[in-house]
């Protein structure tokens, strides 16, 4: 166990609804980041934030954004959904900034159908 | 273009058998490159990370290694447990962060 927690497990929904992905980091990081993995293109970063700031982007989206509270939770929203975006979201988190080790959590899996 | 590329796809190794994972990479700027472990239906496990070429580092059975265009992932003597998915990832200038495909390991008993 990571000590990084998502939720949900699972999501089934249609195209062209939103989803809102939640991801609690470890006790005492500040950092989270979002990955896609799918079959087809492998993982992918998607975003960074640092302590409540988007600190650096990847792949991601426009239809997709996220953000991180201030008890650092963060969340990733996934709108106007394709059969495309179904996939594995992993967040993850680390102490700082600076991309040391990062802790994965589980895993939403989210399909779209 | 930045790119990460693992060699082989996958590799089937007998309970014992020592062999190397390949990474190669293209990226402006290296600022480290990652080595993660991932077993079916789970998020990646950190194993290391390597920030200049001539880095080593262990654990346990594997020896990661860099040069200036590739890292290796050595299995010494594995067993049926190392049995994963082996991913590297490479960080360079501007945050970008490049993940490879992965090397499927299967070590049968």
């Known amino acids: 166990d990571s000590g990084v927690t998502q939720t949900p497990k699972h999501l089934i929904t249609a195209t062209g609804q939103r989803v809102t992905l939640r991801c609690s980091p470890r006790?005492?990081?500040?950092?989270v980041y979002w990955y896609q993995q799918s079959l087809d293109q492998g993982l992918q970063f998607l975003i960074q934030y640092y302590n409540g700031e988007e600190r650096a982007k990847g792949n991601i989206l426009e239809r997709f954004s996220a953000q991180q509270f201030p008890d650092l939770h963060s969340e990733l929203n996934l709108s106007s959904l394709e059969l495309g975006d179904s996939a594995l979201y992993f967040c993850?988190?680390?102490?700082?900034?600076?991309?040391?080790?990062?802790?994965f959590g589980p895993g939403t899996r989210l399909l779209v159908l | 273009e930045d790119q990460v590329t693992q060699s082989p796809e996958a590799l089937r190794l007998q309970e014992g058998e020592s062999s190397s994972l390949n990474c190669s990479y293209t990226?402006?700027?290296?600022?480290?490159l990652f080595w993660y472990r991932q077993d079916p239906g789970k998020g990646p496990e950190f194993l290391f990370t390597l920030y200049s070429a001539g880095e080593e580092k262990e654990k346990e059975r594997l020896k990661a290694t860099l040069t200036k265009k590739e890292s290796f992932l050595h299995i010494t003597a594995p067993k049926p447990e190392d049995s994963a998915t082996y991913l590297c990832?490479?960080?360079?200038?501007?945050?970008?962060?490049?993940f490879g495909s992965g090397t499927k390991l299967n070590v049968k008993p």
């Open positions: 990832a490479v960080l360079g200038n501007f945050n970008k962060f490049y």
């Open positions: 990226v402006s700027g290296l600022r480290g």
């Open positions: 006790s005492g990081d500040l950092s």
């Open positions: 993850a988190s680390s102490v700082g900034s600076g991309w040391e080790t990062q802790y």
